[in-house]
């Protein structure tokens, strides 16, 4: 099962860990992709400022940050 549990052994994590850490980022890209969708079809819905371009940059840039070094 090395396959499975290798990336996140390297990265520092046991696997529960990395999936958690996953998971999360990729709920909130996938919420931001949602809203950015029905704002391109009706622009009065505006994109919360939590997950416009700046915020998303941000995020991922501190989840990334905070991972420990390989």
Do not use: C
Request: avoid cysteine.
């Amino acid at each position: 099962m090395g396959w499975l549990t290798d990336h996140p052994r390297e990265r520092g994590y046991t696997y529960a860990e990395h999936a958690g850490r996953a998971l999360r980022v990729s709920g909130r890209l996938a919420l931001a992709s949602i809203f950015f969708f029905i704002h391109a079809l009706i622009p009065a819905v505006k994109v919360p400022p939590s997950l416009n371009f700046t915020a998303m940059a941000q995020f991922l840039a501190d989840r990334n940050m905070d991972r420990p070094p390989r």
